[in-house]
């Protein structure tokens, strides 16, 4: 059973940054696949970007905004958010796969303000 938490939502203004954390209870990186996924208010849950195989994807969305990196020593993923824009916001969510189990977090939330 993996756990995630993520931290570092708030609320920030429009061309701002944010960075969020996810801690994991265990060493995820060895042979998950993990990544970040956002919903927004009465819309459905998307995909961010994730970690495969080394290699990091990212929506079209954010790509160039948006960061993904890892710190193996601590088991935490990172998310690095600039540019925010109000079509930003939402519920940012932490998760990792393996072998067709999805492992969530309970997610943070992120407010762009213009």
């Known amino acids: 059973q993996v756990q995630l938490v993520e931290s570092g939502g708030g609320l920030v203004q429009v061309g701002g940054s944010l960075r969020l954390s996810c801690a994991a209870s265990?060493?995820?990186?060895?042979?998950?696949?993990v990544g970040w996924y956002r919903q927004a208010p009465g819309k459905q849950r998307d995909l961010v970007g994730y970690?495969?195989?080394?290699?990091?994807n990212y929506a079209d969305s954010v790509k160039g905004r948006f960061t993904i990196s890892r710190d193996n020593a601590k088991n935490t993923l990172y998310l690095y958010m600039n540019s925010l824009q109000p079509e930003d916001t939402a519920v940012y969510y932490c998760?990792?796969?393996?072998?067709?189990?999805?492992?969530w977090g309970k997610g943070t939330l992120v407010t762009v303000s213009s």
């Open positions: 998760t990792a796969q393996k072998m067709g189990i999805n492992y």
């Open positions: 265990t060493n995820i990186f060895d042979s998950y696949v």
């Open positions: 970690i495969s195989n080394g290699r990091t």
